[in-house]
């Protein structure tokens, strides 16, 4: 098992799809307008994250509309949505095996780090070199590993509901992710 491997080259998939920005533009959104590139790694890994989860959210409520992403995609981005899906499972498997003593890592967290760390040691922390590896392994993963997210996400929104009980509506990432998205069209067009 490779732990350090070189980074693959993520090929540019903003350039005609209908949601190749999306990633950094919600990357921009988390990051409140500072740049990116002049933060610490934890508030990096932290905004992937956010930003990483209403991806999976959007992929998993408009797959459509990230198909082109597979079109582009590497074979290390399906080899590493493979081992993202792997350490999902494997993560919620101590969790259940544990209960009292567990703490969920999702898979955004999971591809966070990786997105992060990759970037790091590129030194590229820059929105777009971080969106676009974020579209790419997220986009991979939430769609090849469909049934899996759906599972994580119906997981999430029980934990979240649990959290805050007094909201109106029961929170749904692919509800929000679709919103995002949705915003994001609109920002695109208005431009």
């Not at 922390?125 to 991979?140: D, F, P, R």
């Not at 999430?156 to 949705?182: F, H, I, K, N, Y």
């Amino acid at each position: 098992m490779k732990f350090f491997s070189r980074r693959q080259n993520v090929r540019d998939v903003r350039e005609g799809q209908p949601c190749g920005g999306f990633a950094e533009w919600l990357l921009r959104q988390f990051a409140g307008g500072r740049p990116m590139a002049s933060m610490p790694y934890g508030e990096i890994e932290r905004i992937c994250a956010n930003a990483g989860s209403l991806l999976v959210g959007a992929v998993h409520a408009r797959p459509a509309d990230f198909e082109g992403v597979l079109a582009v995609g590497l074979p290390d981005i399906d080899r590493e949505a493979a081992l993202l899906s792997r350490r999902t499972a494997d993560g919620f498997r101590a969790s259940l095996a544990d209960r009292k003593n567990t703490v969920m890592a999702w898979p955004w967290d999971h591809m966070a780090t990786k997105v992060a760390w990759d970037a790091t040691r590129q030194e590229d922390t820059s929105e777009a070199a971080l969106g676009a590896a974020l579209l790419s392994l997220g986009s991979v993963y939430a769609m090849r590993h469909r049934e899996q997210v759906a599972a994580v996400l119906s997981l999430w929104t029980q934990v979240a509901a649990g959290v805050s009980a007094v909201s109106a509506s029961p929170p749904d990432l692919s509800r929000m992710g679709a919103e995002m998205l949705a915003a994001y069209e609109a920002s695109r067009t208005a431009a």
